[in-house]
């Protein structure tokens, strides 16, 4: 009875192990699946993103200045023809002011014939001089140029044109945090940036004849030659293939070509795997408490048979 009892006991938490086991490695299976169609779904999802931004503002920096442009040259004309209709408004500390808010500039200075500033909404400006660019424009009839100066700490764009009569120049600078906003959203070396995977994955946009960062969501790589061979890794129109970071890390890499540009996301595959590693270690713990409760309850009944044994 004892023998009889010990195998069953035996068969019976080898069974139950053994569905454990099976049970960690179908759902492991299963999840790891899931988990990495859907990585590509998200990545596909960003890809989409990223081609129709591409194709949304292509030529898109040069057509927003050749909007600002036009913007701030027709603003400049139209306080130059004020001026030039009445010329009382050179004088007019005030009514200077007011056209000045009219067009939300920082500064209004008139200039005249000889390049000297004879008249400023900032008194500090007066008896400076015009800007070298436009200096050699002071005699012309019809003139007006936008210029853009928003590589300094203070980006600033200052826009001149001709008062009639060849009386010299209006000067007007204005602010340029709108633009420099506007310009940085279209830019696409910004793009990536607000497009990361998980906790340590990228997005990155490359150019498909030099294979350097265009956009990257880690920006320091920007302008960087990619270390993936386009020959044989990107070879495709779409495709993802693994391989190993500069830290010994396995990551999947995930692109596809948008014409001249190759968009791609890499994710480690500890991210991946991540609920697939607590599907399973949530079922291992739970089978291995099953295991030695079973275990338990079986040594109990042997140990109740065997004191029945004794007595009788």
């Known amino acids: 009875m004892r023998k009889r009892f010990w195998k069953t006991y035996r068969w019976v938490l080898a069974c139950m192990l053994g569905t454990v086991v099976v049970l960690g490695c179908a759902a492991g299976y299963t999840v790891g699946v899931v988990s990495v169609n859907d990585v590509i779904a998200k990545i596909d999802a960003n890809i989409g993103v990223v081609e129709a931004y591409l194709d949304k503002n292509e030529n898109s920096n040069s057509l927003i200045f050749d909007e600002f442009q036009e913007e701030y040259a027709a603003k400049t004309r139209t306080i130059a023809l004020l001026l030039s209709q009445d010329a009382s408004f050179l004088k007019d500390d005030r009514t200077l002011e007011e056209l000045r808010v009219t067009v939300n500039a920082d500064r209004i200075s008139v200039i005249d014939n000889k390049g000297k500033v004879v008249s400023s909404t900032d008194p500090s400006g007066e008896g400076a001089t015009v800007r070298d660019e436009f200096r050699s424009h002071l005699s012309d009839d019809v003139y007006t140029d936008v210029l853009f100066l928003l590589e300094s700490d203070t980006p ?24 420099v906003s506007i310009l940085q959203d279209a830019d696409p070396a910004n793009i990536a940036i607000d497009m990361p995977l998980y906790s340590s994955g990228t997005t990155a946009i490359l150019d498909a004849d030099t294979m350097e960062y265009i956009s990257c969501t880690d920006s320091s790589k920007n302008g960087m030659k990619a270390e993936y061979n386009t020959s044989s890794d990107l070879k495709k129109k779409k495709g ?25 996301a890499t994710v480690p595959y500890s991210d991946i795997y991540h609920v697939r590693n607590v599907v399973i270690g949530w079922i291992g713990c739970g089978g291995l408490f099953l295991v030695v409760v079973t275990g338990l309850a079986l040594r109990m009944q042997l140990i109740k048979w065997g004191r029945f044994e004794k007595k009788s």
């Open 156 to 179: 600033t764009i200052i826009s001149a044109s001709s008062l009639y009569n060849n009386k010299g120049l209006v000067q007007i600078t204005f602010s340029a945090d709108s633009v």
């Open 240 to 264: 993802n293939f693994d391989f190993i970071d500069e830290n010994g890390n396995r990551q999947m890499l995930h692109y596809q070509s948008c014409g001249d540009y190759i968009v791609l």
